[in-house]
């Protein structure tokens, strides 16, 4: 089992970048399709973005170009790159894993969550 735990939230204004970390220590993420979902208040929660098992990625049309996700070497970290961040990005942003996942955009397919960290983004 991995066990996602997330960083790197904080308040930005509009136009700024952030990078978020999902660290595991309990194993590595190698095994593992990695992704990122965020939930703004009053909204569901919606994918963002993902790296599978095999390393390939995936990306939510909103943030595609503007966001990237990177696995380290040692597959203990997943980022997600966040650059010229908008209003609409505020969400508390979630890490989540699935078993030799593909990268799905579907919550529901993950069985390993973070508790999540805050991002504003401020006009």
């Known amino acids: 089992q991995v066990q996602p735990v997330e960083s790197g939230g904080g308040l930005v204004q509009a136009g700024d970048s952030l990078t978020l970390s999902c660290a595991t220590s309990?194993?590595?993420?190698?095994?593992?399709?990695t992704a990122w979902f965020r939930q703004a208040p009053g909204k569901e929660r919606e994918f963002v973005a993902a790296?599978?098992?095999?390393?390939?990625?995936n990306y939510a049309d909103a943030v595609k170009g503007r966001f990237a996700i990177l696995r380290d070497d040692g597959a203990t970290t997943v980022y997600l790159q966040m650059n010229g961040l908008k209003p609409d990005d505020t969400a508390v942003y979630y890490c989540a894993a699935e078993w030799r996942g593909p990268g799905r955009v579907k919550a529901s397919r993950y069985d390993y969550w973070g508790q999540g960290t805050q991002v504003t983004v401020s006009s």
């Open positions: 790296i599978a098992w095999s390393g390939q990625t």
């Open positions: 309990m194993r590595t993420f190698s095994n593992y399709g």
